[in-house]
């Protein structure tokens, strides 16, 4: 059977049959598979700016961003020199360098919550690393997660919610025993009110809420008014923990995270993605006293053979310290404007039900008649399939999307004109195939 689609191409298509062969799927992690759009995915060889190249030499305007890290755009001479640089001098030690300090100094300078921070290796960790923290910390064992929030495949975090925030948590995935998630609660997000009655029933023995500020792996679906607040304040009268899991709003809704953009601060805050620069690295920060309870000054346990790796270091001061300042975030906000007033424009002019929604340099792409997105079920209620049929216009004209209708999508400060007017080019022709279904 062929496929209907240009690309991405011949190559990629025999590397992706040959990797299919050694690897579950033929990628290293599921997303990438183009399950939920369909077709093969793109093998990526190289990558500059605001364009990413696959093997079969096609060139594509990216909102992926690596699934976030790349707010510099890709290849940032500054990034990759700094890590160029490193690399000349030994991969890692095993013992500590001066370069994990100065990371970490980037981030409490720029993060309020933040006085002390541990760096691990991937946003996975850091969600996990908090997690046990605010339990060692608290003393008690029940968490509270929201529906089609997403914190990496930590075992007690992979919870499909029951029929509300009462029921006990039905594990995500075989291989999770429904013992390791018989204490994780599942709540509605931006729903007050269910968080309310897991307080009312559970209070005593919440140890934390976990939260992506703006949820980001249900589409991009910001928090409505007195959301995050209202976490707080019942996290106060209860005596638990907030966790903030920025791990993808950290540093790209603003150069202070999520928590400065809505005046709201956590007690821990989980990171990753930009405070990489593009490498496994994730961090988790809070108050000096929270943070002391883990090893080796407290007693909750964490480690990492490799965490605060050298190359990761030099690779986020190098990012960091360009966004610290707010040059970046004001680059491309006025970009993003541009953008989504463009494909408003042109799905209007085609007739395709469609609207956006954006925090920072995040945004979202929503293919229904609905005037704002709040809840996981609106999102479930969006049109997957036109979504499917506009991705794949879209790679066809140049453009590479998030292959599933529930991811957020990234913009850099490279994404100039050039970049944009292509993009609304080919969405153009996108909007104008999905009128003619
Ligand atoms: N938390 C959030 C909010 C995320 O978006 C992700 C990854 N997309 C993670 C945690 C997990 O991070 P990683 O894939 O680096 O383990």
């Not at 006085?115 to 910390?137: D, I, K, P």
């Not at 975090?157 to 599942?186: F, K, M, N, R, Y």
């Not at 990753?272 to 309870?293: D, F, H, L, N, R």
């Not at 960091?320 to 993003?336: F, T, Y």
Request: contains cysteine.
């Amino acid at each position: 059977e062929t496929s209907q689609w240009q690309r991405p191409g011949p190559r990629s298509a025999e590397l992706f049959e040959r990797a299919s062969r050694v690897t579950p799927g033929g990628v290293n992690s599921p997303v990438r598979a183009f399950a939920g759009v369909g077709g093969t995915p793109a093998f990526i060889e190289r990558a500059k700016g605001a364009y990413i190249y696959d093997v079969d030499g096609n060139e594509y305007v990216d909102y992926v961003g690596s699934f976030g890290p790349m707010i510099l755009g890709h290849a940032h001479p500054d990034v990759i020199d700094a890590v160029q640089k490193q690399a000349a001098k030994g991969l890692s030690f095993g013992a500590p360098t001066g370069l994990e300090t100065e990371l970490a100094e980037l981030v409490c300078s720029m993060v309020d919550s933040i006085e002390s921070v541990r760096m691990v290796n991937s946003g996975t960790e850091a969600s996990m690393t908090a997690l046990r923290l605010a339990r060692g910390y608290t003393g008690r064992k029940k968490i509270l997660k929201f529906k089609g929030n997403y914190h990496g495949h930590v075992d007690a975090l992979l919870v499909d919610a029951g029929s509300g925030a009462l029921t006990l948590g039905i594990p995500g995935s075989p291989g999770v025993p429904q013992a390791v998630v018989e204490d994780t609660l599942s709540a509605t997000y931006n729903d007050l009110d269910s968080v309310v009655q897991a307080f009312d029933t559970h209070g005593d023995d919440i140890a934390c809420v976990m939260v992506e500020p703006v949820a980001g792996n249900m589409n991009c679906v910001p928090p409505t008014e007195g959301f995050l607040d209202g976490l707080r304040e019942l996290c106060d009268q209860h005596g638990a923990l907030l966790i903030f899991d920025e791990v993808m709003t950290g540093f790209r809704v603003h150069p202070g995270c999520a928590q400065a953009y809505y005046g709201v601060k956590p007690d821990v805050t989980a990171l990753g993605k930009i405070v990489g620069g593009g490498m496994p690295v994730g961090a988790v920060g809070g108050s000096a006293e929270i943070m002391e309870t883990l090893a080796p000054t407290g007693p909750v346990y964490q480690a990492g053979t490799l965490s605060g790796h050298p190359l990761g270091m030099a690779a986020g001061i190098a990012t960091l310290s360009r966004v610290k300042g707010g040059a970046v975030h004001d680059a491309i906000a006025p970009q993003l404007d541009k953008l989504l007033a463009g494909l408003d424009e042109r799905a209007a002019k085609h007739g395709v039900p469609f609207m956006t929604q954006r925090v920072g340099a995040m945004f979202g792409m929503f293919f229904t008649d609905a005037k704002q997105v709040s809840r996981f079920d609106d999102v479930a209620a969006c049109d997957t399939e036109a979504f499917s049929r506009f991705f794949h216009e879209m790679l066809d004209h140049g453009v590479y999307l998030a292959p599933s209708a529930f991811e957020a999508a990234f913009i850099s400060q490279a994404h100039d004109d050039v970049a944009i007017a292509r993009t609304l080019d080919a969405a153009d022709a996108a909007f104008a195939a999905l009128s003619r279904d």
